[in-house]
């Protein structure tokens, strides 16, 4: 792991690059430090992530996750619908000490991951769900009570928003961070927004600098206007096989 200072530095200027808007102070780098550190050595032993170096978890996993804060409301209470190794979690709960966030997953190792990383960092605004998305939004002290349902790199856009959506209150907000299928995927999952009951809908298209590369991401954004039917969201084998 390299020191923190120049850390700080790539950090810094990534976050200048991408998104100008952003404010970090040092208490949050270090915090990200510590992030990426546990990330680094849990990595060894538990597949978390495909992506080792330090470079490009700050651009692929810290920048990617913290372009989604401006579009949560303050004082959210927010579900990261499988959040793997904690992203977007850890980084929204970084940056948003006044946001609530429910990391959920399918797998205990990972949420493990996620607690122990929250506890180092000095993070109290993170709990773990160990579920499947698809059981948790059935039961009635999940179903729409969030006002936010984010999620990345989970399944393609007409999956996951019967995966997502019936978490999110009337009035809340689906946010999908996608890569360069987005336009795609938005297209496609348009009929799906509109039967689980979330009928507002936008894409934000925007790209992040990695060196000289220019990485396609964009920002799914659907705002609940009914409930969901009680017959969403179905099982997932069923889901996978006719998405809505
Ligand atoms: N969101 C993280 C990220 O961007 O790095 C993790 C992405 S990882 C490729 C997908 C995660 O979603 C895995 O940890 C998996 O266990 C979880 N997952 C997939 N389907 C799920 C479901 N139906 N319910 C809960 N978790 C699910």
Do not use: W
Not at 26 to 52: G, H, M, P, S, W
Not at 56 to 72: F, Q, T
Not at 196 to 209: D, F, H, Q, W
């Amino acid at each position: 792991m390299t020191d923190f200072k120049s850390f700080y530095d790539k950090l810094r200027a990534s976050v200048k690059e991408n998104l100008p808007k952003t404010e970090l102070d040092e208490r949050k780098a270090e915090q990200f430090y510590i992030l990426c550190d546990c990330l680094i050595e849990q990595n060894k032993k538990i597949n978390l992530t495909a992506i080792t170096d330090i470079d490009s978890i700050i651009v692929k996993h810290i920048v990617d996750s913290v372009a989604v804060i401006d579009y949560i409301p303050e004082n959210s209470r927010v579900i990261d619908v499988g959040c793997g190794g904690g992203f977007p979690t850890l980084p929204i709960a970084i940056m948003r000490a006044d946001v609530h966030i429910t990391a959920l997953d399918s797998t205990a190792k990972k949420l493990n991951f996620v607690e122990c990383c929250s506890q180092k960092c000095g993070l109290s605004n993170v709990e773990t769900l160990n579920i499947r998305a698809e059981e948790a939004s059935k039961l009635e002290q999940y179903r729409e009570s969030y006002d936010i349902a984010v999620s990345r790199a989970v399944a393609r856009l007409n999956i996951l928003s019967e995966l997502c959506i019936p978490f999110v209150k009337i009035g809340g907000e689906m946010l999908a961070l996608k890569g360069n299928s987005s336009k795609e995927e938005f297209e496609e999952a348009k009929n799906a927004f509109f039967k689980l009951g979330a009928s507002k809908t936008e894409l934000i298209l925007y790209s992040v600098k990695f060196g000289q590369e220019s990485l396609e991401r964009g920002i799914v954004r659907t705002k609940k206007t009914a409930s969901t039917s009680a017959k969403y969201p179905r099982q997932f084998s069923k889901i996978k096989k006719a998405p809505l």
